[in-house]
């Protein structure tokens, strides 16, 4: 390892806005398997499936339809 480490030429991360933020969120025991079985179909992580279902959601500015019957 080197003393000191010049970074005067580095560069910003473009992919900054991008990053992700870990949360605690409580999710039912139920949901939690949904999307891990969803996930191991499509052979990518549930956190990742979750992750996708949700900033579709937001893109799609798709607001949830209750009925409190």
């Known amino acids: 390892m080197r003393e000191t480490y010049d970074f005067s030429k580095s560069v910003k991360n473009p992919y900054a806005k991008r990053l992700k933020k870990q949360i605690t969120i409580?999710?039912?025991?139920?949901?939690?398997?949904?999307?891990?079985?969803?996930?191991?179909?499509?052979?990518?992580?549930y956190q990742s499936l979750i992750n996708l279902y949700l900033r579709?959601?937001?893109?799609?500015?798709?607001?949830?339809?209750t009925s409190w019957n």
Do not use: N, S, V
Request: hydrophobic share 35%.
């Open 26 to 45: 409580r999710l039912d025991e139920d949901t939690i398997a949904y999307f891990k079985d969803m996930a191991a179909d499509k052979g990518i992580p």
């Open 56 to 65: 579709d959601c937001a893109t799609e500015h798709r607001e949830l339809q």
